[in-house]
């Protein structure tokens, strides 16, 4: 693809619910050589560490030689969501930066007094060397454990949406996640004492199984040091690869802390997650596997990485830049966990309040002084994406090859989709680092709730319909009637005494034109219509809400059926249905969520008379059937009845 159509304007919003509702900071680049933006331009909510907000002057020639320091080096606390981007959009990058103190690299509890000063660790000072992470990453050891992964096309969804993705397969490493690279290579970059006397790290995860299993493979000792509260299959994970595991803190950050201190107490080597030049490097043979993959690697056009504390990317980047500069190296984070995309725009490594934890491979408050560095001189920029993006690309990798990344392992590909929308690119080549699948089983109902909308193959809607028999079927038809390839994918309502009803339903969409077209027919009728689908709480929990006790002013509905009703799962079902129920009998609750197989189960209430019993059995008698075409019905009762009437009536 001809390089000079790629885009190079960036736009950041930083909100500031203090003084201002927003302020848009511009930024136009190409390449390296960008506008530095002012510091006072980059707002941002300070929960703690307030200090002057002081600009060193521009780094020397080598870009690393800090300025004059400020008098106070406290990082800044900063709320996740003042920092916003458009949907692809590139966050904007301070290349000068300020140069604090606090930002400088130094070991895990170093008091060295050779490494107190302004260039930070003394005994890795290859780091500023032009070429010294390009002959790290190409004398890196990694491959006693590690594989070279696969550099696979997803075709679907290349040829969805005119362009061409190359997965760069980490999931498949031994331990699901590219985290042994880094952690192997900073072990066997140790002195054999070192190694001898044992290593420990602190991780709730990917790099805890990465430490564990280079340390067998070493045959030292690893203490892994997890937070008391992390799932029992990771810790079963990280003993079963060796690793002796220490349940302490209730944080990450808490487990770290401990971590740290039993490593000066002990004498042990604490071994990074990320912030460490040997763990960088042994991350950045993952680019060089890229390199070495493509045949034509000069027609590469980026790279897109997920960013957490950092080292993935800065290896990387460091790789790719040294030799092929004109490849766009390009982070991805979670919308909720974007401490890379707000420490680049402001110049300075902030800590984030909180974390969305949804892609807790990369939640992360803080970045690492290292990747830090590496990444404001070398990256492009930072892409952010929310749950629901992030659960698609989920969803277009399980249809790619049948596997199920985590949330963070499929953050590069939701990052590449939204970048080539934005920019309307067509035509171009791009890799996006799949970089682990240790998914929680229990996370996968979240991520399938989540995937359509994030696709835009779903949309989630409000209703409002007048409560009468024969409402819901009016409904329907007003809905469906002018537009066959409309499916209903979820409904949830219960009985209202008043004069209308609330719905929340979920509707199968191929284009927004054909929601837009769906509000303006209902908003038309009178049924008043609202898109939810943004609102990834009413996701979450909305929807498991709805639908719950009757509206009734005698606190019950007289002669109400509640039935479970098999479904089958064909387009014309529901209509058929109704045109056989409504609105010979009012319909009181109907609650049904698409499960993906060829049948649903519905749960459904409808008033009967009793005098009217034996019409209505015939009614359903005229709805089953042998085959898919069949309804089945079963009758709540008994001790069943009066659960369920505990929450409905």
Known sequence: MDRSLLPSTSQGRFCNARSRPSCVHRLTWSGLSSPTPRTADIICRTIAGERPQVVAPPAGGNGVQPGPAPTSSKNSVCVPEDFVLALGELGPINREGMNLPDDVFRCFGCTQAACQGPEGCAANKWRFEPDGYLREILTARVYDVAIQSPLEEAKKLSEAIGNTVLLKREDLQPVFSFKLRGAYNKMAKLPAEA?????????????????????????????????????????????????????????????????????????????????????????????????????????????????????????????????????????????????????????????????????????????????????????????????????????????????????????????????????????????????????????????????????????????????????????????LSSDSDLSVTEFKYRYSAGSTAQVLWGVGIRSPEQLTALLERLNGAGMDSTDISGLEVAQVHLRHLAGGRAR?????????????????????????????????????????????????????????????????????????????????????????RQVFDQFIQ
């Not at 190694?195 to 805890?208: D, E, L, M």
């Open 195 to 479: 190694r001898a006397r044992g290593v420990i790290t602190s991780s709730a995860g990917n790099h805890a199984q990465g430490v564990a299993l280079a340390a067998s493979k070493m045959g030292c000792t690893a203490i892994i040091c997890m937070p008391v509260n992390t799932p029992e299959i990771k810790v079963a994970n990280v003993r079963k690869l060796g690793g002796q595991v220490v349940l302490v803190g209730e944080s990450y950050q808490e487990a770290q802390a401990a971590a740290v201190a039993r490593a000066a107490e002990q004498g042990l080597t604490f071994i990074p997650p990320y912030d460490d030049p040997f763990t960088i490097s042994g991350q950045g043979t993952i680019g060089d596997e890229i390199m070495r993959q493509l045949s034509e690697p000069d027609k590469l056009d980026a790279i897109f990485v997920p960013v957490g504390g950092g080292g993935l990317i800065a290896g990387i980047a460091a790789f790719t830049k040294a030799l092929y500069p004109n490849i766009k190296v390009i982070g991805v984070e979670p919308t909720g966990a974007n401490a890379m995309a707000l420490s680049l725009a402001r110049g300075e490594r902030v800590a984030l309040s909180r974390v969305d934890a949804f892609a807790d491979g990369v939640a992360v408050k803080q970045v690492g002084q290292e990747t830090f560095r590496l990444c404001r001189q070398l990256i492009d920029g930072v892409v952010l994406v929310d749950n629901s993006a992030t659960s698609a690309a989920i969803k277009d990798v399980f249809n790619e090859t049948r596997s199920i990344l985590e949330p963070a392992g499929a953050l590069a590909v939701a990052g590449a989709k939204a970048w080539l929308k934005r920019h309307g690119l067509k035509g171009a080549t791009v890799v996006a680092v799949t970089s682990g699948a240790n998914m929680n089983f229990e996370r996968l109902r979240l991520v399938a709730e989540l995937a359509n909308v994030g696709g835009r193959t779903e949309a989630t809607l409000t209703t409002t319909i007048p409560e009468r028999p024969g409402a819901f079927k009016e409904f329907i038809s007003i809905a």
């Open 552 to 640: 009734s002013y005698t606190g019950h509905i007289e002669a109400e059926k509640i039935l479970q009703v098999v479904f089958p799962e064909r387009p014309g079902a529901l209509r058929r249905f109704l045109d056989v129920v409504s609105p010979a009998w009012n319909v009181t609750l109907f609650h049904y969520r698409n499960s993906g197989n060829r049948e649903s189960s519905v749960l459904l209430g409808v008033q009967v008379p009793p005098y009217d019993e034996a019409r209505f059995e015939s009614a359903l008698q005229s709805l089953r059937g042998s085959g898919e075409e069949g309804f089945a019905f079963k009758e709540l009762q008994g001790q069943v």
